[in-house]
């Protein structure tokens, strides 16, 4: 059974104070791993896919990576708006429907001023 | 990226009582997916509604506890039955397109 998770449960953070979110992860085999950002009261929105160890993607102050076993989503020079909390899901090749996600609780960063 | 709609945004019902939740998406889509997202836990497939075949089911849901729809492409409908307050929770559709994109969610509360 997959298994993903998520550390820190919470994060504080000032604005510009660089930190990295953790994904631990358990799959048989991995089609993908999977981050989103979800705000209050809204669906989780895609960030980034990555399918293979040593794979990074970069986007504005985000940036995953990925390992075997775990997968890191660094922030740098965070604002007030990268506030939400942070989703990771895997996707793997054992049994079920070949598109399902299985995610961890989730990181709830919030960015003070 | 899809444009996911979701009918209510969010509702209060009565234990005993049934919902049922809408989805809809502005582009033809094969597979749809129905999620749960219960408070402190992470987001868990319910089941997958696909185009003119059953709905298949993730361990632990049932079709006679939420029984789903797609009678065509762009949309689909999830009723959570026999409602417990245990049923309380966030249910999101997703559908997939080259990612899987997720629906704003539909907020319930059993009393």
């Known amino acids: 059974e997959d298994q993903v998770t998520q550390s820190p449960e919470a994060l504080r953070l000032q604005e510009g104070e660089s930190s990295s979110l953790n994904c631990s992860y358990t799959v048989s085999g991995l089609r993908g791993l999977f981050w989103y950002r979800q705000d209050p009261g809204k669906g989780p929105e895609f960030l980034f896919t990555l399918y293979s160890a040593g794979e990074e993607k970069e986007k504005e102050r985000l940036k995953a990576t990925l390992t075997k076993k775990e997968s890191f989503l660094h922030i740098t020079a965070p604002k007030p708006e990268d506030s939400a909390t942070y989703l990771c899901a895997v996707q793997g090749t054992s049994g079920g429907s070949n598109y399902k996600l299985t995610f961890g609780k989730g990181t709830l960063l919030t960015v003070n001023p | 990226s899809a444009v996911i709609s979701q009918k209510p945004s969010r509702d209060i019902c009565q234990r005993g009582t049934s919902l049922t939740i809408q989805c809809q998406v502005d582009?033809?889509?094969?597979?749809m997916f129905w999620y749960r997202q219960q408070p402190g836990q992470s987001l868990t497939l319910i089941a997958t509604a696909n185009q003119g075949s059953e709905a298949t089911y993730e361990s632990g849901f049932v079709i006679d506890k939420f029984p789903i729809s797609r009678p065509n492409l762009t949309f689909s409908t999830l009723t959570v039955s026999n409602m417990s307050p245990e049923d309380s929770s966030i249910y999101l559709c997703s559908v997939v397109q080259h990612q899987q994109f997720f629906g704003p969610g539909t907020r319930l509360t059993v009393l």
């Open positions: 582009s033809q889509v094969t597979m």
